[in-house]
């Protein structure tokens, strides 16, 4: 055993004997010493953490929402219904002004789908349409491939590309780095002449897994059919095509998009004390991709957010602002949910003191990502030592979300982003893979816990969160 190793053990078994109150330290971060002002929080903060990691209520919860709604895709009756059963169930939770405020949603249909390597031998394609597609003509669409591996490989070989599928071959890396090329691949494939467009999976390679989600075609071009391939075929076509061997495929799409219908963001709180006008928002968003069962993303974003909210009722835990839950509709597909929030509160807007988003997972290991000023900063990991029980210690950069935004954006109002570990985030991202199976009730009950602590003593603290 090493002496630092030794010095390290030595710190823990300190910090287990104080309750866990301070932390760690760690190389090259400076953590907060132990912050008098919030010992009157330890035991609200205790009881929080006991009350959710001794029950696997809430992962219990995911797995009723999520096997009995399934996949909720905007302006489908599986989200309505489900949207249906969050209002009743978080009036039964005690939870108060629980209400729905209507938005207009898209409503895309994908229909049957497949495609295939007509020659050489002839191949089933694992794929699945992108949100929002034409579709194609019944006897699909056929033509030879062509490979590309990003948009700067699409404009070298422009010439090329005229009446043929382009196939977006680029690996994954990170998301932000390779979500583009499904955004922006097709409009990219269609202004140069293709007649469809595939494009790798955004994701790491995993089991052969398509990984839908939403395009956007642009001015200037006519759209053209698109759809996700999984890596493990896209990478067969590049070595056929590398090897000089032309790569013959046929798509066939029914995919189209509707009128747009009602749906609503559902709305649950828990009213300040003092100061009820100011709010913590929290929340996630309801509906999902039309494949698995969107478990990951959002439902377990939405199920530990609303979790925070109803252990403080239980516990009798009613802080000085009030704690907002906001289960949005259409994040994945428009991002209605969210500006239509930000426009029906807009003359509030400056009333949002801090907005939390779970939106990338609860997979372990997790951190807290945050974005604000350094005054909000400091205060935020010092209430951050309140978590060290549950092992969650890091605040990093990053906070935020696709929801919360718009009205913090508006508001000026620090964010946070509860976030999961990307590399199992991201294998299951938009498939039919994301299901509860993936999530541990021990990841659900621990969540919750971290994100009623900060969102108790945020809304309890004497002084708002500085901007
Ligand atoms: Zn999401």
Known sequence: MSL????????????????????VPRAHTQVPARAAWLDSY????????????????????LAEFTDTYGHRLSGSENLDRAIAWVVDTMK????????TEPVMVPRWVRGRESAEIIAPPRHSLAILGLGGSIGTLAGGIEAEVIVVSGFEDLRARAADVKGRIVLFNAPFTTYAD??????????????LGAVAALVRGVGPTGLRTPHTGSLQYGQGAAPIPAASVAAEDADRIARLRARGVPVLVRLTMDARSEEDVESANVVGEIRGRERPHEIVLLGGHLDSWDVGTGASDDAVGCIVTWEAARLMMKLGLRPRRTVRIVLWTNEENGLRGATAYAARHAAHAADHVFALE???????????GFSGSAAARTLIREIGTLLAPVGLTEIVGGGGGADIGPIAHAGNAPMM??????????????????TIEHITPKEVSKA?????????????????LPK
Not at 5 to 16: I, M, P
Not at 92 to 99: A, C, P, Q
Not at 178 to 191: F, Q
Not at 417 to 434: M, Q, S, V
């Open 42 to 61: 330890r035991e609200a903060a205790t009881r929080l953490i006991h009350a959710s990691t001794s029950d696997d209520f809430a992962w219990r919860r």
């Open 92 to 99: 039964r939770d005690g939870l108060e002004n629980v209400r």
């Open 178 to 191: 390779t979500v583009g090329y499904r955004t922006g691949g097709p409009w990219a494939a269609s202004r």
């Open 4 to 23: 630092n190793r030794r010095t390290v053990l030595v710190r823990l078994s300190l910090a287990a004997l104080v309750g866990g109150a301070f932390l």
């Open 448 to 464: 919750a816990a971290a994100i009623a602590v900060m969102a108790y003593v945020v809304a309890e603290m004497p002084e708002r």
């Open 358 to 368: 779970s939106d990338s997972g609860i997979f372990e290991p997790v951190s807290l």
């Open 417 to 434: 982003a509860y976030l999961g570990n990307p590399a199992r985030y991201f294998a299951i991202h938009h498939t039919p893979a994301d």
